[in-house]
């Protein structure tokens, strides 16, 4: 197969070339490369051909949650975002905390058109109270743990659980969110809040416990990695932290950095999303935190729930809303970074938290893994929910152009989506 025409762009720089690829990797980069015989060609002009891009945060459902989406419709949704890997949250019913439950995912994930990766519960039942068996997990290929969906309470547990973590060469990812504070609260507290009579979850319930967790990796010498972050405390608070050499890492998801708490006005239950959508001033310090290296990776935090649910009152509407297929236009519109910066953002920085840079988000040459995307910036579309790959609806981008898109997506050697159209 070769990629004709495009501008390659990886962490190595920018330059005009044909990729060609053989047998899973790829074979040659360069210009005016001689077309092997019978081989696929894809139009890669006008486009940036760069690594896959890599999530480190999606929930995939399954097991326990199938009617809104499959690990298969799940990959489906990332391939069309220009993703080759994301990292499936273990917060399923049952929830990944043992070895045989990643097993299931590995299995599940084993013939999708996207790289499955399973990031393993920190506690028994995500329950906060015991540790899970991380290192017969680790023993499997787990790099990421996190009780995703909720923050790990018990600061001697948390102690624990990263000295333990630290001794397997794992990374720890926490939910930021003290229970009791953010107790009852249903969006931001503030002046929207407020305006709505809804229940309001303060930025210090996050705040709190990114501080906190950046004592114990002080403490124990361990890395930790922060979900989701949505406040411009805890971006100030993670900054300070990197300044003083630790081993700290950090992401935000796409409508912390594009929404406001003010769309919670329609009271649509599509805008409840946890940590809340959040104020001005914290999307302006997000965007920031991601324009300076203060935070790492985009991570879509891509939450799928059947219409039913979301069409509950919004104090009982679960939260949550998709991702994977409008995150890499959302970064390219919404930033006002350069491509480069937004690949980074999306695929290598992300890939290395995730212990996946050997596979995926590494330099496009000869001999790398050809897990790759084809970006056509300049494309627009409209986001119709009922066009998305995933088996939920729960879009807040609804009827919203954008302009960006992955044109083609190449795993392991195999083109997975080719013009914007899945092939599997």
Same mark, same amino acid.
């Given at each position: 197969?070769?990629?004709?025409?495009?501008?390659?762009?990886?962490?190595?720089?920018?330059?005009? @070339?044909?990729?060609?690829?053989?047998?899973?990797?790829?074979?040659?980069?360069?210009?005016?490369?001689?077309?092997?015989?019978?081989?696929?060609?894809?139009?890669? %002009?006008?486009?940036?051909?760069?690594?896959?891009?890599?999530?480190?945060?999606?929930?995939?459902?399954?097991?326990?949650?199938?009617?809104?989406?499959?690990?298969?419709?799940?990959?489906?949704?990332?391939?069309?975002?220009?993703?080759?890997?994301?990292?499936?949250?273990?917060?399923?019913?049952?929830?990944?905390?043992?070895?045989?439950?990643? &097993?299931?995912?590995?299995?599940?994930?084993?013939?999708?058109?996207?790289?499955?990766?399973?990031? %393993?519960?920190?506690?028994?039942?995500? @329950?906060?109270?015991?540790?899970?068996?991380?290192?017969?997990?680790?023993?499997?290929?787990?790099?990421?743990?996190?009780?995703?969906?909720?923050?790990?309470?018990?600061?001697?547990?948390? &102690?624990?659980?990263?000295?333990?973590?630290? $001794?397997?060469?794992?990374?720890?990812?926490?939910?930021?969110?003290?229970?009791?504070?953010?107790?009852?609260?249903?969006?931001?507290?503030?002046? #929207?809040? =407020? &305006?709505?009579?809804?229940?309001?979850?303060? $930025?210090?319930?996050?705040?709190?416990?990114?501080?906190?967790?950046?004592?114990?990796?002080?403490?124990?010498?361990?890395?930790?990695?922060?979900?989701?972050?949505?406040?411009? %405390?805890?971006?100030?608070?993670?900054?300070?932290?990197?300044?003083?050499?630790?081993?700290?890492?950090?992401?935000?998801?796409?409508?912390?950095?594009?929404?406001?708490?003010?769309?919670?006005?329609?009271?649509?239950?599509?805008?409840?999303?946890?940590?809340?959508?959040? =104020?001005?001033?914290?999307?302006?310090?997000?965007?920031?935190?991601?324009?300076?290296?203060?935070?790492? @990776?985009?991570?879509?935090?891509?939450?799928?729930?059947?219409?039913?649910?979301?069409?509950?009152?919004?104090?009982?509407?679960?939260?949550?809303?998709?991702?994977?297929?409008?995150?890499?236009?959302?970064?390219?519109?919404?930033?006002?970074?350069?491509?480069?910066?937004?690949?980074?953002?999306?695929?290598?920085?992300?890939?290395?938290?995730?212990?996946?840079?050997? =596979?995926?988000?590494?330099?496009?040459?000869? %001999?790398?893994?050809?897990?790759?995307?084809?970006?056509?910036? $300049?494309?627009? #579309?409209?986001?119709?929910?009922?066009?998305?790959?995933?088996? $939920?609806?729960?879009?807040?981008?609804?009827?919203?152009?954008?302009?960006?898109?992955?044109?083609?997506?190449?795993?392991?050697?195999?083109?997975?989506?080719?013009?914007?159209?899945?092939?599997?």
């Amino acid at each position: 197969m070769v990629l004709r025409g495009g501008t390659v762009v990886d962490e190595t720089g920018s330059r005009r @070339a044909d990729v060609v690829v053989a047998d899973g990797v790829v074979a040659a980069v360069g210009q005016q490369l001689e077309t092997p015989r019978g081989a696929t060609v894809l139009d890669a %002009g006008a486009c940036v051909v760069g690594p896959g891009l890599v999530d480190l945060h999606a929930h995939l459902r399954e097991p326990g949650d199938e009617e809104a989406e499959t690990v298969e419709t799940g990959a489906r949704a990332a391939a069309l975002g220009g993703y080759t890997a994301v990292v499936a949250m273990p917060n399923t019913d049952p929830p990944i905390d043992s070895a045989g439950v990643v &097993r299931e995912i590995l299995e599940l994930g084993a013939g999708a058109c996207c790289e499955v990766r399973p990031a %393993g519960a920190i506690t028994r039942g995500r @329950a906060g109270t015991a540790l899970a068996p991380l290192a017969e997990m680790a023993a499997l290929g787990v790099r990421l743990f996190t009780d995703d969906g909720a923050g790990v309470q018990d600061s001697r547990l948390m &102690r624990r659980a990263l000295e333990y973590a630290s $001794s397997l060469g794992v990374t720890l990812a926490q939910h930021c969110e003290d229970a009791g504070l953010a107790a009852g609260g249903h969006m931001h507290e503030g002046e #929207w809040s =407020s &305006r709505l009579g809804l229940p309001g979850v303060p $930025s210090e319930a996050e705040e709190l416990m990114v501080a906190r967790d950046i004592a114990l990796s002080r403490l124990t010498g361990a890395p930790v990695h922060f979900l989701h972050l949505s406040t411009a %405390g805890s971006v100030a608070l993670v900054r300070a932290a990197k300044a003083d050499g630790l081993r700290v890492s950090a992401e935000a998801a796409p409508h912390h950095f594009c929404l406001t708490a003010a769309a919670v006005a329609s009271y649509d239950p599509v805008f409840k999303v946890n940590p809340p959508l959040r =104020s001005d001033a914290d999307v302006a310090a997000v965007r920031s935190g991601l324009a300076d290296g203060t935070i790492d @990776a985009i991570a879509t935090d891509h939450a799928p729930h059947p219409p039913e649910a979301k069409e509950a009152p919004f104090d009982q509407a679960p939260p949550g809303m998709l991702g994977l297929e409008t995150a890499l236009p959302l970064a390219l519109g919404e930033l006002g970074l350069p491509v480069g910066e937004v690949l980074a953002l999306l695929s290598w920085r992300p890939a290395g938290i995730a212990g996946l840079a050997g =596979s995926h988000g590494g330099p496009v040459r000869a %001999g790398a893994p050809a897990n790759l995307c084809v970006v056509d910036p $300049s494309a627009t #579309w409209v986001v119709d929910p009922d066009r998305l790959a995933s088996r $939920s609806r729960n879009t807040p981008y609804a009827g919203r152009t954008l302009t960006g898109r992955a044109r083609h997506t190449v795993l392991r050697g195999e083109p997975v989506v080719i013009d914007a159209e899945a092939q599997r």
